[in-house]
């Protein structure tokens, strides 16, 4: 007798995997990069536009596959048609490169997370010469985090030919993220189903945190204020357009299979409509949520820089000129500046090239995104606060959830197609087929781990799936469009025709007689999916939007 589908322990269960899968790395430090770049609040319109648009409807699609098919991403579209399994193949490749490089961010969170309990933390200052008679001459040119994320974390190397060896300290923390996510996959949905309440509701823990500590430190609200106000001329832009479309496509986690997978395992009467509506819009939320919790920390570490700054010129002019302590202050500063250089105009120009332009908004305008972001910016902005052992600690923690929990959709989308296959499943139990699969990611991963590893980091995450999943999921509109027909998959999970209005932002566009059906009938070819013709235009710029792939 055929041995029944694992499944979810109930449907909560479910919403929480897809909401940990979803909710990753991308919201934190992909979203305030596109609302820095492309209109600030007025970025939100398109991005809502959307989400409504295309979002919505295509996570319906693959959650409605999977809990029809009972299968897969590879079983899936083969019941569908057997020329179709190609697309659940390319799903299961696209999966694999990503784990093989996602897993790499978890290993510097546990590389950080560790040296966090340090006082005072390492990138706090830069550290002494060889001789101990001043600091390092590298780390003096740029700062102090930049040289702890360059230097002691990934080593750099000048570029990509000279590879280097492996660092033993990073393929330490590498292996360690993968026995932590082969332990949460270890059983399944038995386990998983566990792990998610945990790397789903920790994050939110962390950002209110963060938030009311955010808000309550000194220039939080220029960042605020920089981020809210909209730049509608940015509307205009066809990139903000295509930028918003592609944040919600993979910020969502849209192609890789992840979510067919979850799917699967729902009791078929499940209201998957529901799930999907409450999916995109708890994502989405928390972009938003999250830009706030960034700006904030961003105006704080610009206010910071930019009053530095001030001090510092302030400091030299008082030294160059002799000046009485006090007569000089941020508020009469370019006043006195212009009062120097008339009386003085010799001695102004011989220190002219020391005197930098000190200016907030040129601060608030320096655009940064992932581990650019997660890793130096942020490393930055605690360092100068209080207790900054505490707020390192649960940052890294929560990016460690974050990523986990992301590699949790990553990894069930490649065992889930593998334990469906009878061929592998009755030789292997469960648990070696995740452990093989867990230990071939991670020797792959090692290359990331030496010295030009962030190089190959940043050709992955750029090149490895941006155009392909696009692609996946085209024909996944297409397939369900015209080959299933949306009719047929409705009546099959149980929906009238009066239950399926809710549904028109995908019914609507997709409705119409099943490619078997009108072929039969001689009634030509069914009018197109509306969705089909976005994503179309999704993959004409792809190439040019180079989209993180981090859910």
């Known amino acids: 007798m055929e041995k029944s589908r694992p499944l979810w322990d109930n449907p909560l269960q479910f919403v929480f995997a897809c909401i940990s899968y979803a909710v990753g790395l991308g919201n934190v430090w992909r979203f305030p990069y596109l609302c820095q770049m492309y209109g600030g609040g007025g970025f939100l319109i398109p991005y809502l536009v959307m989400l409504i648009a295309e979002g919505m409807p295509l996570l319906y699609l693959e959650l409605a596959v999977g809990q029809r098919m009972r299968q897969g991403s590879i079983g899936a579209w083969k019941i569908i048609s057997p020329y179709l399994c190609g697309v659940g193949v390319a799903s299961v490749v696209v999966s694999f490169f990503l784990s093989m490089y996602y897993n790499v961010i978890n290993a510097w969170a546990f590389w950080y997370l560790f040296h966090s309990f340090q006082d005072p933390l390492p990138w706090a200052t830069c550290p002494l010469n060889s001789n101990r008679t001043g600091y390092e001459e590298e780390c003096e040119k740029t700062s102090s985090t930049q040289y702890f994320w360059y230097r002691q974390t990934l080593n750099i190397s000048p570029s990509l030919e000279a590879s280097g060896s492996v660092q033993w300290e990073q393929a330490l923390c590498l292996t360690l993220a993968w026995l932590v996510v082969y332990l949460c996959i270890l ?15 920790l ?5 209110i945190i963060y938030l009311i500590r955010g808000l309550t430190l000194h220039g939080a609200v220029n960042g605020l204020v920089y981020m809210f106000t909209p730049k509608l001329e940015q509307l205009l832009n066809p990139k903000t357009w295509i930028s918003a479309a592609t944040q919600i496509f993979f910020s969502l986690g849209l192609g890789f299979g992840s979510l067919i997978a979850f799917a699967s395992y729902n009791e078929p009467s499940n209201n998957c409509e529901r799930h999907a509506i409450i999916v995109s819009l708890i994502n989405s939320t928390t972009s938003i949520f999250a830009s706030i919790v960034t700006f904030s920390i961003y105006g704080f570490k610009a206010t910071f820089n930019y009053e530095s700054c001030i001090n510092k010129v302030i400091l030299l002019l008082l030294n160059a000129f002799d000046l009485e302590e006090g007569s000089l202050t ?3 500063l370019n006043e006195m500046k212009d009062y120097l250089m008339a009386t003085y105009p010799q001695e102004y120009a011989q220190l002219a090239p020391q005197i930098k ?17 997660a890793f130096i910016v942020y490393s930055e902005a605690i360092k100068n606060m209080e207790v900054p052992q505490l707020y390192s600690v649960l940052y890294f923690f929560m990016l460690l959830m974050l990523g986990i929990g992301s590699m949790l959709g990553n990894t069930a989308a490649i065992l889930t197609p593998l334990t469906d296959s009878k061929v592998i499943a009755s030789r292997f139990p469960k648990e070696v087929i995740s452990g093989v699969v867990c230990f071939i990611n991670c020797i792959i991963g090692l290359i990331f781990t030496m010295e030009a590893g962030n190089y190959w980091f940043d050709i992955f995450n750029d090149y490895a ?3 392909s999943l696009l692609l996946i999921v085209l024909v996944e509109t297409i397939a369900v469009c015209y080959i299933y027909g949306i009719r047929r998959i409705s009546k099959g999970m149980g929906l009238s025709p009066a239950l399926q209005t809710p549904s028109r932002a995908l019914a609507q566009d997709c409705e119409g007689p099943s490619w078997a059906d009108t072929v039969s009938a001689g009634r030509g070819v069914p009018r197109s999916c509306t969705h089909g013709s976005l994503l179309v235009s999704l993959v004409s710029g792809a190439t040019s939007a180079k989209t993180p792939l981090l859910p």
């Open 465 to 467: 799936a941006t155009l």
């Open 330 to 332: 941020a508020d009469n």
């Open 187 to 201: 059983r399944g949905t038995a386990s998983t189903g566990k792990v998610v309440y945990v790397t789903a509701s």
């Open 203 to 207: 994050p939110y823990c962390v950002l």
């Open 357 to 373: 332009n000190c200016s907030l908004e040129a601060e608030l305008d320096t655009a940064v995104q992932g581990t650019g972001l």
